[in-house]
């Protein structure tokens, strides 16, 4: 039987995930929704920003049979408190090629939503992160957008970390507006969603991103989304190759 790479990934990540029987979430975990972090998925690079394709694919299979719905941001919002039963969402920083190879057709098997954040100045270019990784392309962008893949901002120029710590208020606010009017012209629209870029903001740095049209507002702070959650503060679960099936299933319930 010929079978092809995409086919054998997730036979891989079906049979990992059968290994790892989805346990009863909790009543107390099943009012919250877990929001999911992920960056590059790549057999290349192991570093805490890459996770592989195998390890995803296995991810993605336990959710699907866990009962989970992936869900955009908005929607968890929605739903959170005593209706969420089992929401999740799935999220992407930085923007890399790699979605499109391992992450969207697994999202299209399942019926998964999804969204990215994206470094503006690094569209259909190349991130230098332990070796160079090539991005995805405005054009790339509207084909995911068109299949309940949300595009958001990670930042246009300001994803250097030192450069990002010492901006000023106006920076700031000239970097997230110089996305949006991007973002306009290449998608149709501007971004209402945007992820901190190494977790790095204040409460002035919100009320800048909301002035800029932001709603929805990720970081990289650990836990869920419940009835006290802040959407100008929403937080998220860091997920990486660190977690095998056992340990991603206990992360997502808090345990």
């Not at 989970?68 to 908005?74: E, K, N, P």
């Amino acid at each position: 039987m010929n079978v092809s790479r995409r086919q054998f990934l997730i036979i891989g990540g079906a049979a990992l995930a059968a290994m790892a029987v989805p346990l009863p979430v909790s009543a107390r975990k099943d009012t919250v929704v877990p929001v999911l972090m992920y960056h590059d998925v790549s057999n290349h690079f192991h570093d805490p920003f890459t996770i592989s394709p195998a390890l995803f694919a296995a991810h993605m299979e336990w959710l699907h049979a866990a009962g989970y719905r992936a869900v955009t941001v908005g929607e968890a919002l929605a739903g959170r408190g005593a209706t969420a039963g089992k929401m999740v969402v799935i999220t992407f920083d930085d923007g890399y090629a790699s979605f499109l190879d391992y992450v969207h057709p697994l999202l299209l098997q399942y019926g998964f939503s999804a969204a990215i954040s994206v470094i503006g100045s690094h569209v259909g270019t190349w991130l230098e992160r332990d070796g160079r990784r090539p991005m995805l392309s405005w054009d790339e962008y509207r084909y995911l957008a068109a299949r309940r893949v949300e595009v958001g901002c990670h930042a246009y120029h300001l994803h250097a970390i030192e450069r990002l710590r010492h901006a000023s208020a106006d920076e700031l606010a000239e970097d997230l507006e110089l996305f949006q009017k991007t973002m306009a012209r290449e998608m149709g629209r501007r971004a209402t969603l945007l992820a901190w870029p190494y977790g790095i903001y204040t409460s002035e740095r919100v009320q800048i991103a909301r002035q800029a049209g932001f709603v929805h507002i990720l970081t990289s702070n650990e836990g869920y989304v419940d009835d006290g959650t802040d959407p100008g503060a929403i937080p998220r679960l860091n997920i990486d190759n660190r977690l095998d099936l056992v340990s991603f299933s206990n992360y997502l319930r808090g345990e």
